[in-house]
């Protein structure tokens, strides 16, 4: 059974987050590079623009996360808790955040994207060209870069799918190139 197929069987082909029944997708949770049930769920196409940042962030239609951050399957409680946090200045989301546990290892994926950090603390990944990076991006080396501790390099034009980006350091993103995870440095990639 593919990752979709156990999806739809799970939510009874319900999005996950507000039960819409219309234009359902699945959704990778950033920064995974794998695709697995642990870290997909299954979501409508307006919770997925909202999420991705396409479209402007409706207030009212998150009120569906007090339902769904007690959902069993933690993909879906670590996304209530992301999109909680960015909401968090409306003032019910806070609420709802005070009462929602995730355990360490939850909470740590959870903050992976720095959802929880304040527009002033965050780390902002840019390119060569100074375009703004956010995880799940795609890029391409600009010039070819000997990958330490391998006889690998990692050839100019390589497009690098599904960058996930380093919290703590503004210069590094990571991606799989040839099958391999490896460290970029970004002043060596172009957004596509």
């Known amino acids: ?85 960015r909401l968090r200045h409306e003032g019910w989301p806070k609420d709802l955040l005070d009462m929602m546990y995730l355990d360490d290892d939850a909470l740590a994926l959870a903050r992976a994207t720095g959802e929880h950090e304040d527009e002033a603390n965050k780390i902002i990944h840019r390119d060569s060209n100074g375009v703004v990076l956010e995880a799940g991006d795609s890029v391409v080396l600009i010039k070819d870069l000997k990958v330490k501790g391998s006889s690998m390099v990692a050839k100019q034009g390589t497009a690098v799918r599904n960058i996930r980006l380093d919290h703590e350091n503004a210069e590094y993103i990571e991606g799989k190139v040839d099958g391999q995870n490896i460290v970029i440095i970004t002043k060596f990639v172009k957004k596509t």
């Open 1 to 85: 059974m593919s990752v979709l197929q156990t999806l739809q069987e799970r939510s009874k082909n319900t999005c996950e987050l507000c039960a819409s029944t219309e234009g359902l997708t699945q959704y990778i949770l950033p920064p995974s590079l794998n695709e697995n049930v642990d870290n997909s769920i299954l979501v409508c196409k307006t919770c997925l623009g909202q999420i991705e940042g396409h479209v402007e962030l409706d207030v009212n239609h998150w009120r569906c996360l007090n339902d769904s951050m007690w959902n069993e399957h933690v993909a879906v409680q670590i996304l209530s808790w992301r999109m909680l946090q």
